[in-house]
């Protein structure tokens, strides 16, 4: 669907999202008291090489050592913590949309069964929990600082300030290349493996008859067979994913080496100190990190993502029900007026114009040959499936009147398949 078509439930989960933003104001503040004090290495080696060598002074290496020991403490404790409370956020998104997205599905799978976006739902939303709490979106708060970085290799020389330049646009290229490259291929992995998952439950399911008819060798061919296409399918993802994970960081260490080996230069013609070419060495590579994470990490964004739109999608076909007036128990009077049934994913209706009324007490037998509709017009009676046209009215109320669960506490029905559920 396009992006306009799923708009209302692109809000629902902006929504959901808004409320973690002041734990995220945490994780900022984090990040900026862990991106400052990165800054501890390379100022460090910058004392080492331009001060203390010069100086032979073991007073002044101890002092440096002792400040550089607590500032990398305090740097981890604070990179745990803001750890921590992203993944916070993500238990609280996965915790507020819980019972949204399970009966969203539980209801788009009543009048569209078998819809491959209700079936992934749940696996959708611990898709973009888990980005939460992946250290690819630690590095989003961690880019911003990048620029930085490389302003401070500029005033070292402007020589390794290009470098780091050039080095940094080649990996962005590459993150947008991978990104092009591996979203097609990882959505087909994505569905291959529900249909797979998808055809095992199925079979799953109908073990009894499976045995019965002797056909597990056959079904077993079929898995297979979806199996092996879900496979095959997530193993080119995965080469893809490790072919551009691979180039990075070969490319990064290659960047780091000419980084040294500039600067080595630059040492020579007495251009640049020592300590400023090692300290520019160190940060390239912090500032190269949050780039190379988004490449090595770019399978678990793209599967969030397409659990994103899919949820929104969700959400923009089964709005959120309004609360409901309460309703005073029934007293019994059950009334179909002109009630006309299609069932879901048909286009022809099975019910017709029915019409009748139920006094307390009274009975209603239906009699006819299999596929006349009577488990239709019994699905239409008790709400599971919504009348095309005409009304099933309780006590003169419609049935969409009432609460769901209550509804369901006024009504006995036995299903032609009985599911019983665990503790039943």
Do not use: C
């Not at 709490?133 to 590095?139: E, G, N």
């Not at 499936?385 to 009147?401: F, M, T």
């Amino acid at each position: 669907m396009r992006r306009n078509d799923i708009a209302p439930g692109l809000a629902e989960l902006r929504a959901a999202r808004r409320e973690s933003f002041g734990l995220m104001g945490a994780v900022f503040a984090f990040s900026v008291a862990v991106n400052l004090l990165m800054l501890t290495g390379p100022l460090y080696m910058l004392q080492i090489y331009d001060r203390v060598l010069g100086s032979q002074s073991e007073e002044t290496l101890v002092a440096l050592s002792v400040l550089v020991m607590f500032l990398f403490l305090m740097m981890g404790i604070l990179d745990h913590f803001r750890g921590r409370v992203m993944a916070r956020i993500g238990a609280r998104f996965q915790d507020r949309l819980d019972r949204r997205v399970f009966q969203a599905a539980l209801r788009r799978m009543q009048v569209a069964p078998g819809d491959p976006v209700a079936i992934a739902a749940q696996r959708d939303l611990e898709a973009v929990q888990r980005l939460w709490s992946s250290p690819v979106l630690l590095a989003v708060f961690d880019i911003p600082w990048t620029p930085l970085f490389v302003v401070a290799i500029f005033i070292f020389h402007p020589w390794l300030g290009w470098l780091a330049v050039a080095g940094g646009l080649f990996l962005v290229g590459l993150t947008v290349l991978n990104q092009m490259s591996t979203r097609h291929p990882m959505a087909r992995a994505n569905m291959a493996v529900m249909q797979a998952e998808r055809t095992g439950d199925n079979i799953k399911a109908e073990a009894e008859v499976v045995a019965a008819l002797g056909m597990s060798t056959a079904s077993f061919d079929r898995w297979q067979r979806a199996r092996g296409m879900a496979l095959a399918e997530s193993i080119h993802v995965a080469d893809l994913g490790g072919s551009f994970s691979t180039l990075s960081k070969t490319f990064r260490l290659f960047l780091q080496s000419a980084m040294l080996g500039l600067g080595a230069w630059l040492v020579l013609r007495g251009e640049l100190t020592a300590g400023a070419m090692i300290a520019g060495s160190i940060l390239l590579g912090r500032a190269l990190v949050p780039i190379e994470m988004a490449v090595n990490q770019w399978a678990v964004v793209q599967r969030a993502s397409e659990g994103w739109g899919r949820l929104a999608e969700l959400f923009t076909r089964q709005p959120e029900e309004p609360a409901r007036t309460a309703l005073p128990r029934p007293r019994a009077i059950l009334e179909a007026q002109n009630l006309t049934v299609v069932p879901p994913g048909d286009t022809q209706a099975v019910l017709r114009m029915v019409s009748f009324r139920l006094e307390p007490g009274q009975a209603l037998g239906v009699i006819g040959p299999s596929g006349s509709g009577k488990s239709t017009l019994a699905r239409a009676l008790i709400g599971a499936w919504r009348p095309a046209g005409g009304k099933v009215r309780l006590d003169g109320a419609a049935l969409d009147q009432y609460d769901p669960d209550v509804l369901g506490s006024y009504f006995g029905y036995l299903p032609q398949r009985v599911s019983l559920f665990d503790g039943t």
